[in-house]
């Protein structure tokens, strides 16, 4: 058996959660979230805990089991704390403000660099060089945060560029002085 997908998972307070056949909805006081399951998972609820169980050990349904018991601890927890990505913005110039809804980033293109968050995600700009993205899906969370480092990704010469407050670049030694004959 699955170690991560014998696990329960317990329901706080505040809690909603409706399974109706394969699709289960967990509304919380972050928002709420619906997602549409394998039908082979068996998603039942006990009291406050939620247990997942396959039909068999083939392995599609042993790959699935652990996989299914994360994304509704995932939904669980995104509904109750929800998610947090932190980037920071380095080098010359490079900066980052909110106009409106809109994330405005100088990243030393010609140009500014818009880009519009999905629905049921916040971004902050604590500072001019500091991006803050929150919400309760952390799979959107963390496909806007990659969006947003794909603009300017880190180089590993002066390690300018977007990168995750917890990332570290290796960073590599440039050309040395030395003239060939």
Do not use: C, W
């Amino acid at each position: 058996m699955s170690r991560i997908g014998r696990k329960p998972i317990s329901i706080p307070a505040g809690v909603d959660v409706k399974i109706d056949g394969n699709v289960v909805t967990v509304k919380g006081p972050k928002g709420t979230l619906t997602r549409a399951f394998h039908p082979n998972m068996n998603i039942a609820q006990e009291g406050n805990e939620l247990l997942v169980t396959r039909p068999n050990d083939e392995k599609e349904n042993r790959s699935l089991h652990g996989l299914t018991r994360t994304l509704l601890h995932n939904m669980v927890v995104g509904v109750t704390e929800g998610f947090k990505k932190e980037l920071d913005v380095n080098g010359v110039g490079y900066r980052v403000a909110m106009d409106g809804k809109k994330l405005v980033m100088n990243l030393g293109f010609s140009h500014q660099v818009f880009m519009e968050g999905p629905e049921g995600i916040t971004i902050e700009t604590p500072s001019a060089n500091k991006i803050v993205i929150s919400g309760a899906d952390k799979e959107v969370v963390g496909q806007f945060a990659a969006e947003v480092r794909e603009k300017r990704p880190p180089e590993p010469y002066k390690g300018k560029g977007i990168k995750y407050t917890d990332e570290v670049i290796r960073r590599k030694e440039g050309k040395t002085g030395v003239k060939k004959k």
